[in-house]
């Protein structure tokens, strides 16, 4: 289902903890790594940004471009330090990986590598430019909203994946995020799996969405703990997470007329703001692998 995995490293500690995650997930799916560090085109083109407004023009372009050449320089050779450690940890576990160094928006970078992916995984905190403002959005954020393919959001520690706990919700993709589950569990004996559906407010609608999630499971041969709450749904899957004692938390980019294009979906936001696991926000690409 994963034969190329999409690893974005920068550095930052959550970037090599999806690493590691990426490569014990490789192990078992025969997939190959893409190692992926984007230089930062705000970063390298910092200097004609600060450059004294009353500067003579021909000494701002003498001084920054050396500056900027410079800049560029550094972050490639730091790009390949971080490239190399990627290819010694891969290989020290046995795992193909290829890996890339480009220039750019780091988001927009990362998004045209994933559509050659069957999966993105990266950390949900990476290395920050503060001056850049807030306005931009995380470079995270904007992954998990264009992505065509699924990302897994890792936290600050390596998490078995052994008991799974899929956010039902009868959306086409729900359905797409708990076949990908259901072969996760496929793929190791010692895996279990927790299929939740919350309802907010027509039981009946969400009964027959139950019934919908186990027949879906019943059809792939997966046995799995069905559980059915009333409540707000964040809250829920956040609450069960924690009783179930779960390693990973899998569910569509949006469901129900949250459409993540325009906006994070809150239920989607929430869960990965407050989970303490890995999630993994599935997308159209895969769902029939």
Request: aromatic share 6%; with cysteine.
């Amino acid at each position: 289902m994963f034969s190329q995995i999409l690893v974005p490293v920068d550095g930052s500690d959550d970037g090599w903890v999806a690493l590691a995650q990426a490569v014990a997930l490789a192990r078992e799916e025969n997939s190959v790594i893409q190692g992926l560090y984007v230089g930062d085109v705000r970063l390298i083109e910092a200097p004609y940004w600060v450059a004294p407004a009353d500067m003579a023009a021909s000494v701002v372009d003498a001084a920054t471009m050396d500056t900027a050449v410079k800049l560029s320089q550094q972050i490639a050779a730091e790009g390949q330090a971080a490239l190399n450690q990627l290819t010694e940890t891969c290989e020290e576990a046995g795992v193909t990986c290829q890996t890339h160094y480009a220039e750019g928006v780091v988001s927009q970078v990362i998004l045209e590598y994933a559509r050659q992916s069957d999966l993105v995984v990266m950390g949900r905190q990476g290395r920050s430019v503060p001056w850049i403002g807030p306005l931009l959005g995380s470079t995270f954020e904007a992954v998990v909203r264009h992505s065509p393919v699924p990302v897994l959001a890792c936290q600050s520690e390596i998490r078995p994946m052994q008991r799974i706990l899929v956010a039902y919700d009868g959306s086409e993709r729900a359905k797409q995020a708990l076949a990908v589950a259901a072969h996760l569990v496929q793929e190791r004996a010692d895996r279990s799996l927790v299929l939740l559906v919350v309802a907010d407010d027509n039981r009946h609608e969400w009964e027959t969405i139950h019934r919908q999630g186990e027949r879906q499971l019943q059809q792939a041969g997966v046995p799995a703990k069905v559980v059915f709450y009333l409540g707000q749904a964040a809250q829920e899957i956040l609450r069960v997470a924690r009783e179930e004692a779960c390693d990973l938390i899998v569910m569509g980019a949006y469901g129900h007329g949250r459409i993540l294009e325009w906006v994070l979906g809150s239920t989607v936001e929430e869960v990965m703001r407050g989970a303490t696991c890995p999630v993994l926000i599935c997308h159209k690409k895969n769902s029939a692998q």
